[in-house]
């Protein structure tokens, strides 16, 4: 099993809502949650993805449970929730627990916005903005997914660092796009696809576009060929951008 991953909760207006967020995208994970802890501190969650719905059978201490949509919008939120509820909220994609009072304590309501980022990009987008400016101020790349929330948040990231999203498209739409769209650079989500991402890669360079190319997947970094680097779209996106940035600089 692939290690859990760990990102920043943040509001859309940038405000961090929880430094910490727990990913539970397996079964296993999703099934053990909080189980067995004693506390949550305010600066620790856990995120259940996918879920609609959630309990605190055998939980020992209350949590704040918001519910977001596909569009990373609170649909709904149950404060302070006791052990031994359920609670469950249709046309849900995510489920974050905190710790009871957090959401009133940050003003979090339903209706808002959030964001995710990985936890170093997090700490380190603010003292890294102006540096990254300076060297592309103007990059622009393209996001190439079927994947929605990937997407969101390549696009949180990359804005992070300075790099612009010109578009997102289907992997299906990518050549096209390229022929309609000026862009600097290329990331592909070739997701479980690793030999779609390999093909639409190599169709790119082919078509003698100048234009550097990134490629990550749902677990692509361990069957890549050793000639090609992918990376981990969710364990491994900040080297995937770090490593988009370093080709841009070689332009």
């Known amino acids: 099993m692939r290690r859990a991953v760990s990102l920043t909760l943040r509001r859309e207006d940038g405000r961090i809502l929880c430094e910490s967020v727990r990913v539970a995208d397996t079964i296993g994970r999703r099934m053990r949650g909080l189980l067995g802890r004693k506390h949550l501190p305010a600066d620790e969650g856990i995120l259940l993805r996918p879920a609609w719905s959630i309990h605190t059978a055998f939980m020992r201490f209350p949590i704040d449970v918001v519910f977001i949509d596909p569009e990373q919008i609170v649909i709904r939120i149950e404060h302070t929730m006791k052990p031994f509820k359920t609670a469950s909220c249709r046309g849900a994609r995510e489920v974050v627990e905190l710790a009871a009072g957090e959401c009133d304590r940050l003003g979090l309501e339903v209706g808002d916005r959030i964001a995710w980022a990985s936890r170093t990009s997090a ?49 299906a739409n990518l050549l096209e796009a390229l022929d309609e769209e000026d862009t600097d650079a290329i990331l592909i989500d070739a997701d479980d696809a690793l030999g779609e991402g390999l093909r639409l890669t190599n169709a790119v360079r082919a078509g003698n576009r100048d ?22 779209k969710w364990e491994q996106l900040d080297e995937a951008i770090s490593a988009l940035e370093a080709k841009l600089g070689n332009a």
Request: proline share 4%; glycine share 8%; hydrophobic share 50%.
């Open 123 to 171: 700490g380190e987008a603010l003292s890294s903005e102006n540096a990254v400016q300076r060297i592309h101020p103007t990059a622009e790349v393209i996001v190439a997914s079927d994947d929605q929330r990937f997407v969101k948040l390549a696009r949180f990231l990359l804005d992070g660092r300075g790099l612009h999203v010109v578009a997102n498209v289907r992997l």
């Open 211 to 232: 234009v550097p190319v990134v490629l990550v997947g749902a677990g692509a970094a361990q069957r890549a060929p050793d000639s090609v680097a992918v990376y981990d």
